[in-house]
């Protein structure tokens, strides 16, 4: 519960989402009531895009929003042809991403390997031998990412470089929202996309896709999506703020627990406009992979809390800097000095600690 000596500054908030089963602290906190404790009244709204997430986030028409870990730096820095500072007290959500790969795609691996599947996660040395084949004939492979400033995409950069694949030659990525991802799969306009569940999940009950490698494999707690303001309404709203961090912790912490993680399933059926049977997975550690082969057991694909892990870690954010600069997105004159000021300005560990300084509030 507010403090007495602590007065809100606004109590109605506009907060974005984005229909993926790590908007699941911000849908909890709002239907178990943790937002109403805390006096704020919230009003959650879904975008179909991270870049209507930024622009709406930007422009004031969203008070706070969920956005994926890089992106308060990439605003910050003016990455994305919008300057604004953006900044972070708080990671919503660890790992939660998927490479999928079309099941045309699996099969014509397979078929390298005397027509066995093989064995998952999959060493990307197996696409490799299929690209070299693919470019004896002119072709090129076509993935997607949500966001260019993503986790997704340097993920997927990432297991593409561990088999010598050049990101930027060898293959084609490309920007598409995460809800239409299984649609591009389906019509034949994309060879594999990086996601948030539950899209992959969606893919492999379709039978369109198959799961072949998850973010655990790749950067094993990674931070995925973070709960952001602009440096201006922060300092605007500085209790606000503290006390939808508190209301939001307390729906990470709820969350823990395995019932009520199918409890939350239910609920997002209704934000994600999907069936339990595709969200319900991810959430309880199973990642369903393809028609033909077993689900993996991932007990962490969706980490909400643990320990520490809801405060912004510089070292962290230092990661995600450089694997813009490795992408061409940031220019390499930046120093880890002038990288570490930009850290001081986004990720608010001060914040974080004044709101786990306002009481027991699990």
Known sequence: MLPKNIKLEQTELNVGIVALTDCAPLVMAKHLGYFDQ???????????????????????LLDAAQMLAPMPLASTLGLNGSKCEVITAFNLS?????????????????????????????????????????????KKLKFAAVYPFSCHYYQLRDWLFEADIDADNDVDIIIIPPTNMTDALENN????????????????????????????????????????????????NPNTFLALLAATRQACEWLKSSANRFETAIVLQDYLNESIEVIAPSLI???????KTPARDIPAYNRFISNDANMPKKLQGMTILKKMQQAGQLDSSYTNEDLNKVLNKVYRQDIYTQMTQLGDIA
């Open 38 to 60: 805390w006096g704020l009244d919230v009003n959650l709204h879904i975008q179909h895009s991270w870049a209507t997430v930024r622009d709406r986030l930007h422009a004031g």
């Open 94 to 138: 660890m790992n939660g991403n998927g490479i999928t790969i079309s099941t045309a795609l699996l099969n014509k691996i397979a078929a390298l390997n005397n027509g066995v599947i093989p064995e998952l996660p999959l060493n990307s040395n197996w696409l490799a031998k299929f690209i070299a084949e693919e470019k004896k004939q002119g």
């Open 189 to 236: 306009d994309i060879d594999g996309f990086c996601v948030g569940t539950p899209w992959n999940a969606k893919a492999v009950r379709a039978g369109t896709g198959a799961t072949v490698i998850t973010s655990c494999d790749i950067w094993d707690e990674a931070p995925e999506k973070v709960l952001a303001v602009t440096s201006k309404w922060q300092q605007q």
């Open 285 to 291: 550690g199973s990642c369903l992979t393809s028609q």
